[in-house]
Structure formats: C-alpha cells, structure tokens
C-alpha cells in the first residue's frame, strides 16, 4: 500500500510556449488572449503569472489549439 501524499498536485500553464503560441495570432493584450478563449481576463494573468488552472482553462486551451501537444503547454507539480 503506498502511503498517502500530504501535498496537492496542480497543474500550471507553461506561460512560455503559449505566448509564443500565440505571437503569430497578433494579440497585444491579456484582455484579447482571454476573449479569444472564453476566459476571465483576471484569471488569465494570474495563471500567467503561475497560479494552477482549472480543469475549464485546460478544456478551453485544447480546444483552442487541438494540434498542440498538452506536455508542451501545461506542466504537472506536487507542492
């Protein structure tokens, strides 16, 4: 029996290869990015800023960007 884990698992953006994702789409603003996706903009800076994201962000990149591997936009850490 493996004992159990006393942290959480989150998931956080690679804020890097999204934005360079996105350069070639021309957005100048967060606010742009974020209606783009559906998204709250207020969310969006803070999960560019390394805050987790939620299972409806993930949801909404991969639908966005289907083609794009998820290992290359998200990354998986136990804190």
Request: a positive charge; glycine letters at 6%; proline letters at 5%.
């Amino acid at each position: 029996m493996h004992a159990a884990r006393e942290v959480d698992p989150k998931i956080r953006l690679n804020a890097a290869a999204f934005t360079d994702l996105l350069k070639p789409l021309g957005f100048e603003h967060t606010a742009d990015i974020a209606r783009h996706l559906g998204v709250d903009p207020g969310n969006l800076s803070r999960i560019l800023r390394g805050q987790a994201v939620s299972a409806e962000f993930i949801a909404r990149v991969r639908l966005a960007y289907p083609k794009v591997a998820y290992e290359r936009l998200f990354r998986e850490e136990w804190s």
